[in-house]
């Protein structure tokens, strides 16, 4: 039997569980101590994503956190940014990436977004598609001079998805 996840908004005395979650996932897709140094400052959790962004973690019943996931949104546009979404190494595959997706569809869709989009990961370019997400792009990586990122977007209006 599968354990029952919550999830939940984030806290911020979560702070530091999160930014250790958001570094053993990333890391989990096979990049080095360098590269993930290099990330650090990017995947490290800020005070302001509790504040000005929509964040959400899910948790098993024992309250041990096993993913995040955040919305930001522009104040007027329609547009939201998937700007954080990881998932614990020994908790993928296990449809806690799909809820805490659900939670930002309903988000968005709450708020009237008409797109979504996000720099992926290229190994989490799959699993973004199979959430409705299409290439469009790439973008330069916020930490890694030279390397580019899928830019991917999932239009809310066009019935598309999961």
């Known amino acids: 039997m599968q ?3 919550i999830v939940r ?4 005395s ?3 569980a999160l930014t250790d979650l958001c570094m053993r996932s990333k890391q989990s897709n096979g990049y080095d101590d360098a590269f993930m140094a290099a990330c650090a400052d990017e995947l490290r959790v800020h005070d302001s994503w509790f504040i000005e962004d929509d964040f959400w973690l ?3 019943s024992d309250g041990q956190i096993v993913g995040c996931i955040r919305l930001s949104m522009e104040k007027h546009g329609g547009i939201g940014e998937l700007e954080t979404c990881f998932v614990d190494p020994n908790w993928q595959g296990k449809q806690v990436g799909r809820k ?3 939670q930002l569809i309903a988000k968005a869709q709450e708020n009237e977004l008409m797109r979504l989009g996000l720099d992926a990961d290229p190994s ?3 699993f973004y598609a199979r959430m409705g ?3 469009v792009g790439r973008t330069p990586s916020g930490s890694i001079a030279g390397r580019t990122l899928p830019r991917m977007e999932l239009n809310l209006n066009a ?3 999961r």
């Open 3 to 5: 354990e029952e996840l």
């Open 9 to 12: 908004k984030a806290d911020i």
């Open 14 to 16: 979560e702070k530091d």
């Open 58 to 60: 899910a948790e098993t």
């Open 100 to 102: 805490l997706f659900d």
């Open 124 to 126: 989490a370019e799959p």
């Open 133 to 135: 997400f299409a290439t």
């Open 159 to 161: 019935g598309q998805g």
